[in-house]
């Protein structure tokens, strides 16, 4: 059985890669592909406890315990979920994956991109994405959005300025280093043009899995 395909979404808080995420899934879905939407972290049991750990606000936790909780929940979810999905030649799309921790804790947090890097593959085996996403928008227009949907910000969520410029910064280091893997999207624009980018970016890997191209 040919190996699935992993498709990773990424971006700062505010970008809008849940709802790419799902709107991605059910037209992936609707051209009869067998995909399966998991976010992080989360996705299973045990990741799903780390979550709410990581993101409750009243909680101090350090850059090196909070590095080593995400790579954590990662590990329990690439075991018990992404590693057995992809072996049975699913699509799975991922909101949020490895680079989430080099540009928040590598980076934004100061504990050096290679240095997570190195925690996370051991954390994931040296799983990487076939395709990802990177949501680009401003960290103001983000944050905006936040606001608008009136949500109880988490412990993240509340970082102010300064840490998310720092974030969006490492995410476009990373896609310079790796153009052929991440493909940067547009998501200040609406909803609609932002899927339609995404299936864009998506068709190679879709097709050198051996699936029909994609179309619009």
Request: aromatic fraction near 4%.
């Amino acid at each position: 059985m040919t190996r699935g395909t992993l498709i990773t979404i990424e971006g700062i808080d505010g970008a809008g890669k849940s709802t790419l995420a799902r709107a991605l899934a059910a037209e992936l879905a609707v051209r009869g592909l067998p995909v399966e939407l998991l976010r992080e972290p989360g996705g299973v049991e045990v990741s799903e406890r780390i979550r709410r750990l990581v993101k409750d606000a009243s909680l101090a936790v350090s850059p090196r315990a909070e590095a080593l909780l995400y790579a954590a929940a990662r590990a329990q979810l690439v075991d018990e979920r992404v590693r057995p999905l992809l072996d049975g030649g699913s699509l799975v799309l991922l909101d949020r994956f490895v680079d989430s921790s080099l540009a928040y804790q590598g980076a934004a947090r100061g504990l050096g991109v290679e240095e997570v890097r190195a925690i996370n593959v051991f954390a994931t085996g040296g799983l990487e994405a076939d395709r990802t996403l990177l949501l680009r928008i401003p960290p103001a227009q983000a944050q905006a959005r936040q606001h608008e949907r009136a949500l109880t910000p988490d412990r993240l969520e509340l970082e102010g300025e300064r840490f998310f410029a720092a974030i969006s910064a490492a995410y476009e280091d990373l896609a310079r280093a790796d153009p052929d893997r991440i493909r940067a999207i547009d998501a200040a624009g609406p909803p609609e043009r932002v899927l339609a980018e995404a299936l864009a970016a998506i068709e190679d890997v879709i097709a050198a899995s051996g699936r029909e191209e994609l179309r619009a």
